[in-house]
């Protein structure tokens, strides 16, 4: 799974901290999504498309993993 | 109260109880002790009931990964640890030819059966959050 948050956030001039508070998660859980070291939950993600007002696939990329 | 308050409203009430726990011990005065334990219990969960939706997912996400870390290493360690100690190959020792290997004995039969304990609380967790999270199998 890839994701587009940063450039989201950067779009906005937001600051990872600033993103967090208005989302209610920590920084870290940010930093860790936008490295992709954390897969977030579906909730999250639809709070994240609905805070920057775009749909889910707009900012989560689904890549089928290979076998 | 946001994510980073509370963060440190929690390690304050932590640190404050570890340090009462701490003093006490070197001063032998067991009943503080006790009663730190028990207000720390109270204190922290007051907090988290309070505060339960500024708990992030990651870190209940990690929080439950290393629960089951821990059970994977601790629940096979104190295992072996008491098929070991209640094995009789102590009593042919000469370091305890006194027959101080019947304490180890004994501590053995309570890590058996802290173990055996640990593994139906785990059992009867699992049992239970495997009915709640799951659907019944003539459901349609």
């Known amino acids: ?67 | 109260m946001n994510i980073k308050k509370y963060k440190q409203v929690r390690l304050t009430a932590v640190l404050f109880i570890i340090s009462i726990i701490t003093v006490s011990i070197f001063l032998k005065l067991y009943f503080l002790t006790i009663i730190a334990i028990f207000t720390g219990i109270i204190l922290l969960s007051f907090v988290h009931t309070n505060n339960k939706n500024l708990i992030d997912e990651r870190e209940l996400s990690i929080q439950e990964k290393a629960a089951d870390f821990t059970y994977s290493i601790f629940a096979p360690t104190i295992g072996i640890g008491a098929l070991l100690l209640l094995i009789p190959i102590h009593s042919g020792s000469v370091v305890f030819s006194n027959g101080e290997f019947l304490f180890l004995e004994s501590l053995g039969t309570i890590f058996a059966y802290l173990t055996l304990f640990l593994i139906v609380l785990y059992s009867v967790s699992y049992f239970f959050l495997a009915k709640k999270f799951g659907g019944k199998k003539d459901e349609k």
Not at chain 1, 20 to 25: C, P, Q
Not at chain 1, 44 to 51: D, H, S, V
Not at chain 1, 54 to 62: S, T
Request: charged residues 25%; hydrophobic residues 40%; proline residues 1%.
């Open chain 1, 1 to 67: 799974m890839k994701n587009k948050l940063k450039i989201y956030r950067v779009t906005k001039n937001l600051t990872q901290e600033q993103l967090a508070d208005k989302i209610g998660v920590s920084r870290q859980t940010i930093i860790a999504i936008e490295s992709n070291r954390y897969l977030p939950s579906i909730t999250l993600a639809f709070k994240i498309a609905n805070f920057f007002k775009v749909n889910i696939e707009d900012i989560f990329i689904y890549q089928q993993e290979k076998n």
